[in-house]
């Protein structure tokens, strides 16, 4: 299984950016899927996670803008982030799981200024 993440850039306070992971390799269903982040000198943190079913759960610092979804014809996930903060900034994972197995993206870095 391989991750590719994108869409990730600098942008000011306030504005948005939607990121995208893609999975390939001969997979046929995806369990969960998640965005995890690591801003510079803290532990990764979940930021948004979906199922197969659907189901979405949050972070709490990124609860009411951001939003989780997933294609799951395309073996897409995305993840659009809305009213973006200085502390948003930090680069950005996906992660899959499949057949019981994490696979990691290698991220993507969003930059928020002030």
């Known amino acids: 299984v391989q991750l590719q993440a994108s869409g990730g850039g600098l942008v000011q306070a306030g504005g948005s950016l939607r990121l995208s992971c893609t999975a390939s390799?001969?997979?046929?269903?995806?369990?969960?899927m998640g965005w995890f982040r690591q801003a510079s000198g803290k532990q990764r943190e979940l930021v948004a996670g979906i199922r197969s079913d659907g189901s979405v759960n949050y972070g709490d610092s990124v609860k009411g803008r951001f939003t989780v979804s997933r294609d799951n014809t395309k073996k897409t996930m995305y993840l659009q982030m809305t009213s973006l903060k200085p502390e948003d900034t930090a680069v950005y994972y996906c992660r899959v799981d499949y057949r019981g197995m994490p696979y990691w993206g290698k991220g993507t870095l969003v930059t928020v200024s002030s």
């Open positions: 390799g001969s997979i046929f269903s995806i369990d969960g």
